[in-house]
Nanobody, 120 residues
């Protein structure tokens, strides 16, 4: 089992920056990928960024160049650095982990979410 706890959300003015953190605990060596998703009011949850166990990163086209994902393996933490924030970045941001339950089966787990509000 893997557990995730996000932190770092808040209120920021347009053009500002925030860094979200997601601390993983439990069977962290089974994690295949860690991702950040977001869900704006009235919209579907969407993938923002992903980092695999091997360090490969993927980003949604809408945030490329402004948001970056990274991890600190010593702290079992993945970060989402968000720069040049726009009001449309306002959303609840969720950390997601895909991990190996056994040799053949993966599972995913979600954090509780952290809210980001960008004022214009």
């Amino acid at each position: 089992q893997v557990q995730l706890v996000e932190s770092g959300g808040g209120l920021v003015q347009a053009g500002g920056s925030l860094r979200l953190s997601c601390a993983a605990s439990g069977n962290i060596f089974s994690i295949n990928a860690l991702s950040w998703y977001r869900q704006a009011p009235g919209k579907q949850r969407e993938l923002v960024a992903r980092i695999t166990a091997g360090g490969t990163t993927n980003y949604a086209d809408s945030i490329k160049g402004r948001l970056s994902i990274s991890r600190n393996d010593a702290r079992n933490t993945v970060y989402l650095q968000m720069n040049s924030l726009k009001p449309e970045d306002t959303a609840a941001y969720y950390c997601n982990a895909v991990y190996w339950k056994d040799s053949y089966t993966t599972r995913e787990v979600w954090g509780q979410g952290t809210r980001v509000t960008v004022s214009s």
